[in-house]
């Protein structure tokens, strides 16, 4: 079993930046064969997809909401996926979950039917 544990969430004002981080845990190296990604989802809202990351970080995928003020990238060696989100609007309000593709997917995953581990999510709030 893969666990996965967001922290770096907290209360912002609008324009300011957070950095969350997603560490795995479980499976020794397994953070090396996974996909890897970003949701949110606000109060009465459905989930939805943020930021996506293939299991080399070479490839990207975002939500058109974000592009331009998200970034996703990993560190493998630390078992860990960062998202740092600059520019942040009040819209941007939710609860963030870390999530992990074992499929051995080449490109980054970018659905939620990409999916197979979650954390438990950690809430970002931003003030106007």
């Known amino acids: 079993q893969v666990q996965l544990v967001e922290s770096g969430g907290g209360l912002v004002q609008a324009g300011g930046s957070l950095r969350l981080s997603c560490t795995t845990s479980?499976?020794?190296?397994?953070?090396?064969?996974?996909?890897m990604g970003w949701f949110r989802q606000a109060s009465g809202a459905e989930r939805e997809f943020v930021a996506g990351?293939?299991?080399?970080?070479?490839?990207?995928s975002y939500a058109d909401s974000v592009k331009g003020r998200f970034s996703i990238s990993r560190d493998n060696p630390k078992n860990t996926v960062y998202l740092q989100m600059n520019t942040l609007k009040p819209e941007d309000t939710a609860l963030y979950y870390c999530?992990?593709?074992?499929?051995?997917?080449?490109?980054?995953?970018?659905?939620?039917?990409?999916?197979?581990?979650w954390g438990q999510g950690i809430q970002v709030t931003v003030s106007s």
């Open positions: 479980g499976r020794t190296g397994i953070n090396y064969l996974m996909g």
């Open positions: 990351i293939s299991r080399s970080g070479g490839s990207t």
């Open positions: 999530a992990a593709d074992r499929s051995l997917r080449s490109g980054a995953p970018d659905r939620s039917g990409h999916f197979d581990y």
